[in-house]
């Protein structure tokens, strides 16, 4: 399996406060891979490390396996959208597929003219002058014009309406379809990543709290109704991540290594926010065990 990506407990600090600590994960090759986590979870850090923007101040990352920093044959293969889509707001669409062909040894002017006409974006006006939904499309057009190996998307769409996150989330998905590009992409709208991601990440307190492919996990977690629970361990049950309890019944979310067999227990599907945020709520309680002195 090729992995695209791959850190090693990587860390980075700013100041005394860790933005990302112990960060050990790896993103095999052909994946559109979710990161998911609440804002200040270290998402956008992770993403600028993985293009070479920060340096790690622990730990490493590797890309194509070769660090990522000062590295012009690794970057070429990357495109990158970061935060709130940053263009140059005086240029046109045209005069930025211009100037990408300038920078990038390997550009397809044709594929941003392309993307840009069907979408039906005027290439002669300042990007400025776009809506939101627009000058995300031009960004995303730009980044696919480097024909990038490995593509990496920080909130795109987060503050587009659902019209136009459906439209760029669709663009994507085509894009990436006919390329067979890798793709990171960094969210916090469940039902969007839903659509069109086959890979997850979740990312929590600093730390990889979940990864792995989105079929496979949601598939080993499940839902147990049953009787009260105290801290009996329940056959063919890896970990407890949620549990609520009323005065006869338990319902529990857990993580499964083997079939639940015991007839006590009703066994219910989960889906992927259910997951998601059970991941999120244990990775709260880590950190509030760590930020009090208590073992997790």
Same mark, same amino acid.
């Given at each position: 399996?090729?992995?695209?990506?791959?850190?090693?407990?990587?860390?980075?600090?700013?100041?005394?406060?860790?933005?990302?600590?112990?960060?050990?994960?790896?993103?095999?090759?052909?994946?559109?891979?979710?990161?998911?986590?609440?804002?200040?979870?270290?998402?956008?850090?992770?993403?600028?490390?993985?293009?070479?923007?920060?340096?790690?101040?622990?730990?490493?990352?590797?890309?194509?396996?070769?660090?990522?920093?000062?590295?012009?044959?690794?970057?070429?293969?990357?495109?990158?959208?970061?935060?709130?889509?940053?263009?140059?707001?005086?240029?046109?669409?045209?005069?930025?597929?211009?100037?990408?062909?300038?920078?990038?040894?390997?550009?397809?002017?044709?594929?941003?003219?392309?993307?840009?006409?069907?979408?039906?974006?005027?290439?002669?006006?300042?990007?400025?002058?776009?809506?939101?939904?627009?000058?995300?499309?031009?960004?995303?057009?730009?980044?696919?014009?480097?024909?990038?190996?490995?593509?990496?998307?920080?909130?795109?769409?987060?503050?587009?309406?659902?019209?136009?996150?459906?439209?760029?989330?669709?663009?994507?998905?085509?894009?990436?379809?006919?390329?067979?590009?890798?793709?990171?992409?960094?969210?916090?709208?469940?039902?969007?990543?839903?659509?069109?991601?086959?890979?997850?990440?979740?990312?929590?307190?600093?730390?990889?709290?979940?990864?792995?492919?989105?079929?496979?996990? /949601?598939?080993?977690?499940?839902?147990?109704?049953?009787?009260?629970?105290?801290?009996?361990?329940?056959?063919?049950?890896?970990? /407890?991540?949620?549990?609520?309890?009323?005065?006869?019944?338990?319902?529990?979310?857990?993580?499964?290594?083997?079939?639940?067999?015991?007839?006590?227990?009703?066994?219910?599907?989960?889906?992927?926010?259910?997951?998601?945020?059970?991941?999120?709520?244990?990775?709260?309680?880590?950190?509030?065990?760590?930020?009090?002195?208590?073992?997790?």
């Amino acid at each position: 399996m090729d992995i695209v990506v791959e850190t090693d407990r990587l860390g980075k600090r700013y100041g005394r406060t860790w933005a990302l600590q112990e960060c050990s994960l790896h993103l095999p090759a052909g994946r559109v891979a979710a990161l998911v986590g609440p804002n200040g979870a270290g998402k956008s850090t992770l993403l600028h490390l993985a293009v070479g923007l920060l340096r790690p101040d622990a730990g490493t990352v590797r890309v194509f396996d070769s660090a990522p920093y000062d590295n012009t044959t690794v970057l070429a293969e990357i495109g990158f959208v970061a935060q709130d889509t940053p263009l140059y707001r005086d240029f046109t669409a045209a005069e930025l597929i211009t100037m990408g062909a300038k920078l990038n040894r390997r550009w397809d002017a044709a594929l941003a003219r392309r993307r840009l006409a069907q979408l039906g974006i005027p290439p002669d006006r300042a990007v400025g002058t776009l809506s939101g939904g627009q000058r995300a499309q031009v960004a995303l057009a730009l980044a696919l014009a480097k024909r990038p190996r490995l593509l990496l998307l920080d909130e795109p769409v987060a503050r587009l309406d659902p019209l136009a996150r459906r439209e760029f989330l669709q663009s994507l998905m085509g894009s990436v379809a006919e390329s067979g590009t890798t793709v990171l992409l960094s969210s916090h709208l469940l039902a969007d990543l839903e659509r069109v991601c086959d890979y997850l990440i979740v990312l929590h307190a600093s730390r990889v709290q979940l990864a792995g492919g989105v079929d496979e996990l /949601v598939a080993e977690h499940k839902q147990l109704v049953g009787p009260r629970h105290g801290n009996d361990p329940v056959a063919g049950v890896a970990a /407890v991540l949620r549990a609520s309890h009323t005065d006869r019944q338990s319902t529990l979310l857990v993580r499964t290594n083997a079939n639940i067999d015991d007839p006590r227990w009703t066994v219910h599907e989960v889906t992927l926010e259910d997951l998601i945020l059970a991941y999120l709520a244990e990775g709260e309680t880590q950190s509030s065990h760590e930020a009090w002195g208590v073992p997790a």
